[in-house]
């Protein structure tokens, strides 16, 4: 869905520089993107292997009538949605087979104006993609990810994967830098073995660069950080922890109680205690528990708490698109809808990581204290790009 500047009950007709009243500017212009893209991917199917030389030609002819459509749109898109348009053009050049500065500084002024626009970050991971600028690219991953979880941010590390093995298989082993965007990746995966070993090797094959070994330790840290926690029951003194589990009542399920808005999608929601959740999306149940510590981490992403239930059974949250300094506290009930499962279960350097987690890539979906979370608490990512 586009997002709108301006909203009203009624479609209202837009008039721009080329003389012409469009309903919907903004999927117009969309549109011809779309178009463009179509026109490249099947331009051997159309036209034959025959005539693959002039593809290149053919594409940029076909850009250039686009980019004249563009800018005599340009005026009315840029009042009506400056950051998607920025997107939608930087997208168009960015089709191109070649590396577009144009495009890289078009999508970075998108996502500086509106970081939620997913495929902004996706489209400049794209553009340093074709600079070789692949810790860049690793950056806008991030990007995407901490607004949404989704396939297309996570499916480029395979395009990373595809480049590595058109080289020989020793400098692929000794890409330094695809097994530190690898371990990047598998963290927001939670993939936590996968994701320390690959920046276990990342670290060993550039022992001057310090990223790795820095990725690496925090990420082990908070690893045992949680195991403790859990073993501890958060440190909680025992009259402390009896006072907390005496908190847990139904009410506190707060919509979901009986029939609860989770999304976009009315749904009867039955509550079951932790032990009862299966892997994977648990669809129509509902948890709820009280937290009894966060945990600690040099990484603002994600916030991670462990809760109790009233089964004293503890499960780990890793809470997603959570604008700064928010959270939970020690004693607040919360109440999950839907909650997606993994377990975690294996070795690694003498440690032994196994546990249970929630993972909420939307806060708004949760319930505290019986209330739902307020949109305030959603975060606003920045761009941030890491270099070696």
């Known amino acids: 869905m586009i997002p709108a500047a301006n909203m009203s009950l009624e479609p209202t007709k837009q008039s721009c520089d080329c003389g012409e009243p469009h309903e919907d500017?903004?999927?117009?212009?969309?549109?011809?993107?779309?178009?463009?893209?179509?026109?490249?991917?099947?331009?051997?199917?159309?036209?034959?292997?025959?005539?693959?030389?002039?593809q290149s030609r053919d594409l940029d002819r076909q850009m250039d009538e686009k980019l004249e459509i563009f800018l005599k749109h340009q005026s009315a898109a840029l009042e009506t949605n400056k950051p998607y348009y920025y997107y939608l053009k930087g997208k168009l050049l960015n089709i191109s087979t070649t590396y577009s500065s144009e495009a890289e500084s078009l999508l970075s002024k998108a996502i500086k104006l509106d970081p939620k626009i997913v495929d902004a970050w996706n489209e400049l991971a794209e553009s340093y993609f074709k600079a070789n600028e692949f810790a860049k690219a690793q950056s806008c991953f991030e990007g995407g990810l901490r607004e949404k979880r989704n396939?297309?941010?996570l499916r480029n590390l395979a395009t990373i994967l595809r480049r590595?093995?058109?080289?020989?298989?020793?400098?692929?082993?000794t890409s330094v830098e695809l097994?530190?965007?690898?371990?990047?990746?598998?963290?927001?995966?939670?993939?936590?073995?996968q994701a320390l070993e690959a920046l276990e090797t990342a670290a060993l094959y550039d022992p001057m660069w310090e990223d790795p070994k820095v990725q690496g330790a925090q990420l082990l840290q908070y690893l045992q950080n949680i195991v403790e926690l859990i073993r501890t029951k958060g440190k909680l003194k025992p009259k402390k922890l009896k006072q907390i589990?005496?908190?847990?009542?139904?009410?506190?399920?707060?919509p979901y109680s009986a029939a609860g808005q989770c999304g976009e999608t009315t749904t009867?929601?039955?509550?079951?205690p932790y032990n009862e959740l299966q892997p994977g999306s648990n669809v129509g149940k509902v948890i709820l528990g009280t937290v009894i510590c966060s945990v600690v981490t040099e990484s603002a992403v994600p916030?991670?708490?462990?809760?109790?239930?009233?089964?004293?059974?503890?499960?780990?949250?890793?809470?997603?698109?959570?604008?700064?300094?928010?959270?939970?506290?020690?004693?607040?009930?919360?109440?999950?809808?839907?909650?997606?499962?993994?377990?975690i279960d294996f070795h690694y350097k003498h440690n032994h990581f196994k546990f249970r987690t929630v993972r909420v890539q939307n806060p708004?979906?949760?319930?505290?204290?019986?209330k739902q979370v307020d949109d305030k608490v959603v975060s606003n990512a920045s761009l941030c790009v890491l270099d070696h």
Do not use: W
């Open 364 to 370: 708004m979906q949760m319930i505290v204290n019986g």
């Open 268 to 272: 009867a929601l039955h509550n079951v």
């Open 179 to 193: 097994h530190y965007n690898k371990g990047i990746i598998f963290k927001y995966q939670e993939l936590y073995k």
């Open 151 to 153: 396939k297309v941010s």
């Open 303 to 343: 916030f991670t708490f462990c809760s109790i239930d009233k089964s004293e059974t503890i499960i780990v949250t890793t809470l997603y698109n959570l604008a700064a300094g928010k959270g939970v506290i020690i004693g607040d009930r919360v109440a999950i809808p839907q909650p997606l499962v993994t377990d």
């Open 164 to 173: 590595a093995q058109t080289e020989t298989a020793d400098s692929c082993k």
């Open 25 to 54: 500017l903004i999927q117009f212009l969309e549109n011809l993107v779309n178009e463009l893209g179509f026109f490249k991917d099947r331009y051997i199917l159309n036209y034959g292997i025959e005539n693959a030389a002039n």
């Open 245 to 254: 589990l005496k908190t847990i009542n139904f009410k506190y399920l707060g």
